[in-house]
C-alpha cells in the first residue's frame, strides 16, 4: 500500500485555485477485485484511506461465527479514495473504493451520498460476488457500468456470455478493463459516462 | 507532513471535539471543500482542532481529504469542520459539488456538464 496506511503521511495536494465542480464516483466491488488498483493507476494524488467506524447495527446482518467475531460490536472499514481532474470539463473527479457486501450497508449511507454513478468491478472466475454490490447500487438508484477486470487466470468469456451470466440490463455497460493500465481504467470511466450521458437523456425526455 | 502523528493517534476521537457527538449544521458533506480563513485557533480548540486549521491554511481539500491526512473518522472530521467554521476559522469554498446541492431537482449533474466530462476524460487517454 504506498497510501497514508504506510508509517508516513503523503503531502497534501491542495485542491486547484480555479473554479471547479466536485463528483462522486464509486468503484465498488467484493473484496480483492481491484478497487484500490483502479484508483491508484487513474488517481493523480497517493491514494487516501479514511477508516470508517460501522457499529452493530451492521453485524447482524452477516455471519461472523465463521471468523470468530461474535460479539464483535464495532468494526473499522478503511474506505480509499483518489481524485482524478479533467481540466477541460473543469471538473475533479473522486473515486471511492466500495465494499460490495451487504454487511458493510451502513456506510454506504455515507460513501454513496452524492454520488453520481458506480463502476462495479467483477472477476470472471467469481461473478457472483459481483451481484451483491450490483443488488445494493440499485437499490440506491444509482447508475453503473460494470468492468470485468481481466486477471490472466480469468476464464475467457465472451462479453454476450458474461451479460447473460450477470443478468445485466441491455442498457448496462459491460466492458473488459486492466486496472493497472491507466487507458484502459479510463476507457472504463468513459463508457460509465457515456451511460451517465444516455439516463440524463431519458429523464429529461 | 511534518504535522501529523506517526502511528496511533493518542486521544479518542471523542476528545478531539470536546466531547460533542453531532456537527452544528447537517449540511457538511464528505466533498465539500474547506479552507483556513487566517483567523488563528482560539484556547479552546483542542489540537486536533489546531491540526485542521493548520493542514487547510496551505490551500483548500475535501473533508473526505482532511480527514485522510489528519487520519481521523469522516463523521468526526465533519464535527470539528463544522465547529470551525462557527468560529470563523474556516470557510467553505465554492461551489459546493453537484449532486450535494439542497435542491432535489439538482440531484445530478446536467447532462451538458456530463458531456464535458466525458470529452475530457477522451483527452486524458494517452
Known amino acids: 500500500m504506498d497510501s497514508a496506511r504506510s508509517g508516513s503521511s503523503p503531502r497534501p495536494v491542495y485542491l486547484p485555485e480555479a473554479d471547479h465542480q466536485r463528483l462522486k464516483i464509486l468503484v465498488a466491488g467484493p473484496l480483492g477485485i481491484g478497487k484500490t488498483t483502479a484508483i491508484r493507476t487513474l488517481s493523480e494524488i497517493p491514494t487516501l484511506h479514511t477508516d470508517e467506524v460501522m457499529t452493530d447495527a451492521a453485524a447482524s446482518a452477516d455471519d461472523l461465527t465463521l471468523d470468530g467475531l461474535r460479539g464483535k460490536t464495532t468494526t473499522t472499514v478503511a474506505i480509499d479514495f483518489g481524485r482524478l481532474t479533467v481540466p ?85 455497460p459491460l466492458v473488459t478493463c486492466d486496472a493497472r493500465d491507466k487507458n484502459s481504467t479510463l476507457d472504463a470511466l468513459i463508457a460509465l459516462t457515456a451511460h451517465l450521458i444516455a439516463r440524463a437523456g431519458e429523464e429529461s425526455s | 507532513m511534518s504535522r501529523s502523528p ?70 468526526v472530521c465533519k464535527v470539528l469542520v463544522s465547529q470551525l467554521l462557527d468560529g470563523g476559522h474556516l470557510q467553505v469554498r465554492v461551489p459546493a459539488p453537484v449532486g450535494l446541492l439542497p435542491d432535489a431537482g439538482a440531484d445530478r449533474p446536467s447532462k451538458e456538464l456530463l458531456e464535458e466530462v466525458l470529452s475530457g476524460l477522451r483527452a486524458l487517454r494517452q
Open chain 1, 88 to 172: 477541460q470539463a473543469k471538473v475533479v473527479l473522486y473515486l471511492y473504493g466500495t465494499p460490495g457486501q451487504r454487511r458493510f450497508l451502513p456506510l454506504w449511507e455515507d460513501i454513496a451520498d452524492g454520488a453520481i454513478g458506480a463502476l462495479v468491478l467483477a472477476d470472471t472466475r467469481r461473478l457472483d460476488q459481483s451481484f451483491e454490490v450490483m443488488d445494493l447500487i440499485e437499490e440506491r438508484g444509482l447508475d453503473y457500468a460494470v468492468a470485468v477486470n481481466t486477471f490472466p487466470t480469468s476464464p475467457d468469456y465472451t462479453l454476450d456470455t458474461l451479460r447473460s451470466k450477470l443478468d445485466l440490463d441491455e442498457r448496462t
Open chain 2, 6 to 75: 506517526q502511528g496511533r493517534r493518542m486521544i479518542p476521537s471523542y476528545l478531539a471535539t470536546r466531547g460533542i457527538g453531532t456537527p452544528t449544521r447537517n449540511t457538511l458533506h464528505s466533498l465539500m471543500a474547506v479552507v483556513a480563513t487566517g483567523l488563528p485557533p482560539a484556547p479552546h480548540h483542542t489540537p486536533v482542532h489546531q491540526r485542521i486549521v493548520s493542514l487547510l491554511t496551505g490551500g483548500a481539500l475535501t473533508i473526505s481529504e482532511t480527514a485522510a491526512y489528519l487520519r481521523l473518522q469522516t463523521s
